[in-house]
């Protein structure tokens, strides 16, 4: 198993210690699952929950494509 060492300022420190003994597990473990729920590269199940609930939701196809207005370019 890796080991990582983190640096942390105090008020930091005390959130870790807090939050951990909040949820009952290690500062470790508590650390381990905030990283992996934060570094996942997966959509949450609560978003993917709301794909196709609006049925009313422009697609980027449906929408027309107008280009927008040139800006005139100032002269330095």
């Known amino acids: 198993m890796a ?3 983190l640096y942390l300022d105090d008020a930091t420190q005390a959130l870790v210690d807090e939050a ?4 009952g597990v290690s500062k470790s ?5 905030i990283i992996r729920t934060y570094a996942a590269h997966d959509w949450p199940q609560d978003c993917l929950a709301l794909a196709g609930r ?3 939701f422009p697609l980027r196809e449906e929408a ?3 280009p927008p207005a040139d800006v005139p370019r100032l002269i330095f």
């Open 64 to 66: 027309p494509h107008t």
């Open 54 to 56: 609006f049925a009313d």
């Open 3 to 5: 080991q990582i060492t």
């Open 29 to 33: 473990r508590w650390v381990a699952d």
């Open 20 to 23: 951990a003994k909040a949820n």
